[in-house]
């Protein structure tokens, strides 16, 4: 097989591979393969910003040269459209480079790397002294990754105006980088990731990882083969950081739940709103998952009224021409290692029957197209069905407002186990004018332009099995970063950047979760170069236990702020971590209940207050308690479904949640919803779950991770 493909790439059994199409009918009956699938494509998705999440106060700059948290002898790794290797940005003081490899998947020029010796990958690798001798013949033509590269780990030394030169250093300006220019296709997206690990293996460098890109094509709940693929390629000192899309508003998500042998149905609309179709190629295509052993068929009925199916799980309609658009539908079992069974549908102006010189087929007819899912197997509970749109063109094809859920948009591989997962908010409207003075503003309305608050783009958790992502919001909201000096004028069109271009002509701004994950890269770096073997359990932790919660954020974990804003002293200070056991005691009264409750020594917590909210009432003050306790607060819960949420005053000034009681206590059971922290500068608690109708008084343990590894 590796001769006829060139090469295989494994990762954590997820294996890669590179050829003609028909080698992969041949690949198919190789011993041990258990499934084959093409690859997928994927989409590339600071001042005021870096303030914000307090990276300034970690360092200190004199002339050229950084000193406190800054990264060194970590590794950046920037796996996006490439990175301008001229930008001062990216060099040392005495201006040499601070990229130490730099593979473009796409070129041919030179000698491609090798992750194993003796097996070349593809591409080309240059060295940084193809850099610092200005021999490298690659570069970024996009401008997307040299602006994600200096949000992460530029100095901001470029530029032409001496008075701004380093009003855009990015968090991590001492740490070094390796970039791959990357074809965009899922399994060339993990042989980079596999590559930026094995340089620094063999630099025994610890290293992170950024991916501001994804895929809404899918499971979305981390059994995808790249999902797969990342969560085998993270460990100790090995980090991802990956935005979690632009998708938020996009009505790309519809979830449906089939009634026991019933139907449920989903609308998507077409609308070219003025836009004459694409003489080259008009579609949409959707992508479709269920938990087996459901069974289900699915009927697709066109604007006009056509019925097509229905089509039970098997099923292939090949292209088929309708009049209003080629149909193409799969309903199979893509992947029988994992729970789910997959529809795969799309309506297109592909000719399945093209004639010389004849133009496409029809594009896909405006109106409602509909879905229709019928249950077959009359299970308890019917069945669920996650829907997502990927793409459509020219026109934005979204499901009907009757069945668009914004949720569940975080895009794979930001929905892999282990990778940590970036959303967005604002930091500022404005940036300077070109020519200087004045300044631009976005004209986004409040309350979703509004500074802090999240990016009306920012794609929401969670996965579709639950997991909370995204983990954290980053600055991702008008941010200036690194401008590529080999912009190609399609892109400097598209960037506009007539407007967007900072006056010192070496930075712009842009917005998206891809900036966001920029900044969670840069702050995981500086994370490494304090523990360099920290493991990405560790981080999600630290995380949960570090991130800025306020007005906006509201409490925490949430679908659109995750744990909250990433607040990088806390991030990197272990003395606000706790390390004790702690104990809730919950006991039956007369009329309701008591709760007792107490810190401990090193929390650092200097009071705490209570707060009741009655259902569909805002909370109100229950009493202050000063210092650590133990603190006793008796509870009558009137009405039923009184909430009792315990805050903390944590020696910095913040109140932090630390517990509150589930609505149903105590009718059912006596539990304690210990979210997002039983210590709030400690890890996750778990919902605690205490059954007892005959016993009059529980006491309830929660252990707090220790994240010093003690």
């Known amino acids: 097989a590796r001769r006829q493909i060139g090469q295989i790439i494994t990762s954590g059994g997820v294996v890669t591979a590179r050829g003609q199409a028909a080698d992969a009918v041949r690949l198919a009956g190789v011993p041990g393969v258990e499934r084959l699938a093409l690859a997928k494509a994927v989409e590339p998705f600071l001042d005021a910003a870096v303030a914000d999440a307090g990276v300034a106060s970690l360092r200190v700059r004199s002339g050229d040269v950084f000193t406190g948290a800054t990264g060194a002898g970590v590794i950046v790794g920037i796996v996006d459209s490439g990175v301008d290797p001229t930008h001062a940005d990216f060099k040392k003081p005495d201006g040499t480079t601070r990229i130490l490899r730099y593979w473009d998947q796409g070129s041919s020029v ?16 240059w060295m940084a002294s193809h850099i610092n001798n200005g021999s490298i013949q690659s570069t970024d033509l996009v401008g997307h990754g040299t602006h994600v590269a200096g949000i992460a780990a530029g100095d901001g030394s470029a530029g032409n105006d001496p008075a701004r030169r380093y009003t ?42 950024n991916l501001s890109l994804g895929t809404q094509v899918g499971p979305h709940d981390g059994t995808s083969a790249v999902d797969r693929a990342m969560t085998a390629l993270v460990g100790p000192g090995r980090l991802i950081s990956v935005s979690v899309s632009n998708d938020g508003d996009k009505g790309i998500h519809a979830e449906l739940h089939v009634p026991p042998l019933g139907r449920d149905s989903v609308g998507v609309i077409v609308a070219y709103q003025g836009q004459q179709p694409d003489p080259e190629v008009n579609f949409f295509a959707v992508n479709g998952f269920y938990l087996r052993p459901d069974s289900m068929a699915v009927t697709v009925v066109s604007p006009a009224g056509k019925r097509y199916g229905p089509y039970a799980l098997g099923a292939e309609q090949t292209e088929t021409a309708t009049g209003e658009g080629t149909l193409y539908l799969l309903h199979w079992d893509g992947d029988p290692s994992t729970p789910n069974l997959e529809l795969q549908m799309d309506v297109s102006s592909f000719d399945p029957a093209p004639k010389p010189n004849a133009p496409a087929g029809d594009p896909p007819a405006e109106g409602i197209w509909r879905l229709v899912f019928q249950d077959l197997a009359g299970s308890p509970g019917g069945g669920e069905v996650d829907l997502w749109m990927p793409a459509s063109n020219p026109f934005r094809a979204r499901f009907t407002a009757d069945r668009e859920d914004p949720t569940e948009t975080v895009a794979s591989p930001a929905t892999a186990p282990g990778a940590i997962a970036v959303g967005a908010y604002n930091t500022k409207r404005c ?12 004209t986004i309305p409040s309350p979703s332009g509004d500074p802090q608050n999240l990016t009306f783009f920012s794609a ?73 073997n920290i493991t990405p359990a560790d981080v999600e932790r630290r995380l949960r236990a570090s991130s800025r919660q306020d007005a906006f954020t509201g409490a925490v974990w949430n679908d659109r702020f995750g744990h909250g804003k990433l607040h990088v002293p806390f991030l990197l200070d272990t003395t606000k971590v706790a390390v004790n056991l702690h104990r809730l005691a919950i006991q039956e009264v007369q009329e309701g209940y008591r709760i007792g409750w107490a810190s401990e020594a090193g929390d650092g917590v200097t009071g705490f207050r ?27 819960p ?73």
Not at 613 to 620: C, Q, S, V
Not at 625 to 636: K, N, R, S
Request: hydrophobic share 40%; aromatic share 6%; with cysteine.
């Open 610 to 636: 209570a707060l009741l909210a009655e259902p569909g009432t805002p909370p109100r003050d229950a009493g202050n308690f000063p210092g650590a306790g133990p603190h006793v607060l008796d509870v009558i």
């Open 460 to 532: 929401r958790g969670p996965t579709r099995d639950g997991r909370q992502k995204p983990d954290v919001v980053a600055p991702g909201f008008v941010i200036v970063s690194s401008l590529s000096s080999t912009v190609s004028p399609q892109y400097q069109a598209l960037l506009n950047l007539t407007v967007t271009r900072d006056p010192d002509q070496a930075h712009y701004a842009n917005v998206g979760t891809s900036m966001a994950a920029g900044f969670v890269t840069g702050a995981l770096a500086l994370l490494l170069e304090q523990q360099p």
């Open 638 to 710: 009137e009405p039923e479904g009184t909430v009792v949420r315990l805050e903390a005053r944590h020696r910095d000034g913040a109140w932090r949640l630390w517990a509150e009681t589930d609505p149903l206590f105590p009718r059912t059971r006596l539990p304690f919803l210990a979210a997002p922290y039983p210590n709030p500068f400690a890890a996750a608690g778990t919902r605690v779950l205490l059954r007892s109708p005959n016993a009059r008084e529980t006491t309830a343990e929660i252990v707090v991770v220790d994240l010093r590894g003690r």
């Open 110 to 125: 030179g000698t491609p790397p090798e992750i194993v010796p003796g097996q070349p990958l593809y591409g080309t690798e």
């Open 431 to 442: 940036w300077l004018k070109v020519p200087a003075p004045g300044t631009h503003c976005t």
């Open 168 to 209: 855009f250093s990015g968090v991590a300006p001492n740490a070094d980088l390796v970039v791959v220019q990357a074809q965009f296709l899922d399994t060339a997206i993990v042989d980079a990731v596999n590559y930026v690990f094995s340089v620094a293996t063999k630099l025994g460098r610890p290293a992170v990882v």
